[in-house]
């Protein structure tokens, strides 16, 4: 089965896990920097697949080695803008989060396709593609936006690229479509 890491498992990131794992198109890593977090995630869903005759397996981490071989990286990490936060600050935060999660991630899965979600949403997706940018050919595909399914096969799983998306439902459906 593929494998997909999540980085962020707030309301998005667990929203996706649940969706994948339920769906069973892959096998999830649910990434935190809040510990023991994901870890309970996790395993709640795990726990649930045999109730609902699904084999997915899910794993709460804090660990960006557990990430290792993915096939998809999503990223939903980031904070919300509290009082008396600009949106400067909010895009500050976040692109040192988000930045961060990009290289880590990428370190272990250096094939992978990359999901951004966090906001705000054009900017960190382009920080993503510079972030995960390889040397040529492959960087002629660094930034994807929806494409319509047939295109999806000259899309190769080997060229990392940082996808747009707009919710947990929209990336669920995607993946089906590549992996079935
Ligand atoms: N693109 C879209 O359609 C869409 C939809 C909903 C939310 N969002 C955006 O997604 C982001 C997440 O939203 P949410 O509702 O899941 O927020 P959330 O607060 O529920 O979850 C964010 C998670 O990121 C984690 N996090 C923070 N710093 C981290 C780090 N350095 N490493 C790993 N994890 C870290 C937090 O601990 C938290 O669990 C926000 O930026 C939000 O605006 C985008």
């Known amino acids: 089965m593929k494998k997909i890491s999540i980085v962020g498992a707030g309301n998005t990131g667990a929203t996706a896990a649940h969706w994948l794992a339920e769906r069973e198109l892959a096998n999830v890593v649910l990434l935190d920097v809040v510990e023991g977090m994901p870890q309970g995630k996790g395993l709640d869903l795990l726990e649930a697949m045999p109730i609902i005759g699904r084999d997915a397996k899910v794993v709460g981490t804090n ?3 557990d990430t290792k071989d ?3 990286v999503i990223i939903t990490a980031g904070i919300a803008r509290k009082p008396g936060m600009s ?3 909010l895009l500050k935060t976040n692109a040192e989060i988000v930045g961060k999660a ?3 991630t990428l370190k272990y899965s250096p094939n992978a396709i990359f999901i951004v979600l966090t906001n ?3 900017t960190m997706a382009y920080l993503v593609m510079k972030k995960t940018a390889c040397p040529a050919p492959a960087s002629s595909v660094r930034l994807g936006f929806w494409t319509p399914p047939v295109c999806a096969p000259s ?3 080997n060229q ?3 996808w747009k998306m707009s919710n947990a439902t929209f990336w669920a459906d995607t993946a089906t479509r590549w992996f079935r």
């Open 120 to 122: 705000p949403l054009d």
């Open 102 to 104: 990009a290289t880590e």
């Open 155 to 157: 899309w190769q799983w």
């Open 160 to 162: 990392a690229s940082a």
């Open 63 to 65: 660990d960006y080695a």
């Open 87 to 89: 949106r400067d600050d």
């Open 70 to 72: 993915s096939d998809i």
